[in-house]
């Protein structure tokens, strides 16, 4: 079964400590993608990397930090620097241009 | 400065009818508009693309309609069923030559089908 996982679903941290999102793809797709959906709003863009050992700050990647050791996986990781980390992240991939694969998303929640 | 835009909050219709659903962009060098469908905790799922070389584009019930001078694109769905009720995002790229496949959405539109 090919697809996008995301682990945990549900995420509870307290404030001041760093959380790391998971995201895995067995999809061998090159591109993969961070983004984080709040309430009213559209999807907006934190990380993305389009091939492993690279990848780029969307609009919102303060507060963020991601690596890509392996095409399967691009880890994210919520610092205490982020100053509203509670949200739903979703991550994404991508093989081809503009159509992107979204995994289940992880609702994060910092108090 | 919001690029692609949503500008109907929630739409409400009855089962069998037509559901229209509006995007409207502003960044003239996008050529490719994606539609996402987004049930509530989970992931969107891609529903239907066009690209700027058309003016529709048409699988099964759902059809997208692209106005390029009036930087406006709706989806259509005939006949609307109640399983169609999700959040509907707008996304569109290509800003950059297509090479680095970002795509920016919408603020999205709630469908609800009523039975």
């Known amino acids: 079964d090919g697809g996008i996982t995301q682990s945990p679903k549900y995420l509870f941290r307290k404030e001041g400590q760093n959380v790391t999102l998971s995201c895995e793809q067995n999809?061998?797709?090159?591109?993969m993608y961070w983004y984080r959906q709040d309430p009213g709003q559209g999807l907006r863009l934190i990380y993305y990397?389009?091939?492993?050992?690279?990848?780029q700050k969307g609009d919102i990647a303060e507060g963020y930090s991601v690596s890509r050791e392996k095409k399967e996986s691009f880890p994210l990781t919520v610092t205490s620097a982020q100053k509203n980390p509670t949200a739903f992240y979703l991550c994404?991939?991508?093989?081809?241009?503009?159509?992107?694969?979204f995994g289940p998303g992880t609702r994060l929640t910092v108090t | 400065d919001q690029q692609v835009k949503q500008n109907s909050p929630s739409l409400s219709v009855q089962e069998g009818r037509i559901s229209i659903l509006n995007c409207d962009y502003t960044?003239?060098?996008?050529?490719?508009f994606l539609w996402y469908k987004k049930y509530p905790a989970e992931g969107p799922t891609f529903l239907i693309s066009i690209s700027s070389i058309k003016d529709k584009n048409e699988d099964g019930r759902f059809t997208v309609f692209l106005n390029k001078s009036a930087k406006h694109l709706s989806l259509h769905i005939v006949p609307s069923q109640p399983g169609d009720s999700a959040v509907y995002f707008c996304a569109a790229s290509g800003e950059e030559g297509g090479a680095t496949n970002k795509l920016i959405f919408g603020t999205g539109t709630l469908l609800a089908v009523q039975p």
């Open positions: 960044n003239s060098m996008f050529d490719y």
């Open positions: 999809l061998n797709h090159d591109a």
């Open positions: 990397s389009q091939i492993v050992n690279d990848f």
């Open positions: 994404a991939s991508s093989n081809r241009p503009y159509e992107q694969y």
